[in-house]
């Protein structure tokens, strides 16, 4: 075992060591030190994906989270009912910035609060009947939406309600799909098995349901990327300006249509790979479309994405990916000269979830930042598989990571700079460290792709470099 390794454990056994003896061997496995060549096979993988520690706190969301809060929600022209209590449905208020072009309440519903409100004379005698009611008064209210979906909330599982005959029969009388989404809250053990589900629910109520008439050698779709702030439509500018041509957003700005088209597609490129692996190795099974990651946080990983994607087409792609490449390098290499002297050498924690622990790490690097720490709220073992490389030797990688050991390896590790989500902004903001919110991109955006960069180096430099942190007086 390495040094640095050695340093890594030493801090982790320290943190560890507050908690009781049988929480700190259920939270000690999913805390580890990176070894990048994983010498130590599984012996030393992080434990993911399993129900968190009751008592320890959980920065998690649920399945319904997932459901329609990532993978449903962005869908801009079907009508997202939250099914249940008004609490859960207050998620409906939209929050997570997905930018999309249409008219609020005429033919874009992303942004509208809409529930069942559940009540407790529903959860005696149940909610169909009302269910059935109020699709009709969607229908009625909005007659421009081409769908609703049903997103079930934990009540509704619980008495059994039978949301798939009320779906069936409102998808005959009202003449657009009504689909029913089973990811009530208490299913699985994060927000990941709501994207599931909710690829599940894709899968079997619209893809392949219409087509297009006109098809190309370069019709691809662009999955798992929710243009928060507007990222889908920064990648979708260098696909295009490549010589392809984009049939279908999933989900950013999407359309239900786009959904049902995607298996026309040649080839599926998936940025999230957590919210929509499902859904792009269904299609390869089923209409052997094949598919690949890409990364566009960042002119290196961009580089290598747009070249990676270009090697499955022919040489018209690869001359114009080419071409792209050396129109935008000077600017990126101007962003980078602009802001790596006052950014270079500084560090960087974060704990995110979807994508974003590994792929915004080459974003970091290209402005001579380090990441000294990452992990994901609800990642899988192949997440973490593709973390350890992206991460140097002794480097702390965390699952599920808890308030507390938050804030304690913090603490120890001293990083410039924070990025993670707006539950512990405040937390970080009051220990005098900088603070990015990495979901939402606090407020910010797009920083995907060759628009995204100049305004991600801009404001890491805002946040690390801000004079204000020189006013709070920390703690010795």
């Known amino acids: ?81 939250s099914h249940g209590p008004v609490g859960c449905g207050q998620y409906s208020w939209w929050s997570r910035r997905n930018y999309s072009n249409g008219m609020t309440g005429i033919d874009n519903f992303g942004a509208m609060h809409i529930t069942s409100d559940f009540q407790e004379r529903d959860i005696v005698f149940g909610g169909d009947k009302r269910l059935a009611q109020i699709c009709r008064e969607i229908k009625e209210m909005f007659p421009l939406a081409k769908g609703i979906s049903i997103q079930s909330e934990c009540p509704v599982g619980l008495i059994g309600d039978d949301i798939e005959s009320v779906a069936k029969k409102m998808t005959v009388e009202l003449g657009i799909p009504v689909i029913p989404v089973r990811c009530e809250g208490f299913r699985g053990v994060s927000q990941s098995l709501g994207h599931h589900i909710a690829n599940d629910s894709i899968r079997d109520h619209v893809l392949g349901k219409n087509s297009i008439d006109t098809v190309t050698d370069y019709d691809v779709n662009l999955i798992g990327d929710y243009n928060i702030g507007g990222d889908a439509w920064a990648s979708r500018r260098i696909l295009e300006e490549m010589g392809l041509r984009v049939i279908a957003q999933w989900t950013g700005d999407a359309t239900i249509n786009e959904l049902a088209i995607a298996p026309q597609a040649k080839l599926n490129l998936i940025h999230c790979y957590r919210s929509m692996n499902y859904i792009c190795r269904f299609m390869e099974e089923q209409y052997g479309i094949p ?6 946080f960042g002119p290196t990983k961009i580089y290598d994405s747009m070249r990676k994607i270009a090697a499955f087409f022919d040489d018209t792609i690869k001359e114009r990916t080419e071409a792209v490449i050396a129109k935008y390098t000077p600017v990126m290499n ?38 000294i720490a990452t992990g994901y709220e609800f990642g899988h073992n192949d997440d973490y598989k593709r973390t350890y490389p992206e991460m140097k030797e002794g480097a702390l990688i965390y699952d599920d990571i808890t308030p507390y050991e938050f804030e304690e390896f913090a603490k120890r590790l001293k990083p410039d700079l924070v990025g993670s989500g707006i539950k512990e902004k405040y937390a970080y903001h009051k220990m005098g460290v900088p603070f990015r919110q990495m979901h939402s991109w606090d407020y910010s955006g797009p920083y995907h792709g060759f ?20 006013l709070i007086r920390r703690k010795k």
């Open 451 to 470: 628009d995204g960069f100049p305004v991600f180096a801009r404001d890491m430099d805002m946040a690390v470099n801000s004079p204000a942190w020189k």
């Open 334 to 371: 101007a962003v980078i000269n602009e802001y790596k002297p006052s950014l270079k050498d500084k560090t960087v924690m974060l704990y995110v979830g979807g994508l974003r622990p590994r792929h915004i790490i080459g974003a970091y690097e290209d402005l001579g930042m380090e990441v």
């Open 1 to 81: 075992m390495s040094t640095l390794i050695q340093q890594t454990q030493k801090m982790i056994d320290e943190v560890m060591d507050a908690y009781p003896e049988k929480a700190r061997k259920f939270r000690e496995k999913h805390v580890r030190p990176n070894d990048p060549m994983r010498e130590c096979g599984s012996a030393c993988a992080v434990k993911s994906n399993v129900k968190s520690r009751p008592g320890v706190m959980t920065i998690r969301g649920c399945a319904y989270a997932g459901s329609k809060g990532v993978v449903w929600g962005p869908v801009k022209d079907v009508v997202h009912l």
């Open 291 to 296: 598919w690949i990651e890409y990364n566009l």
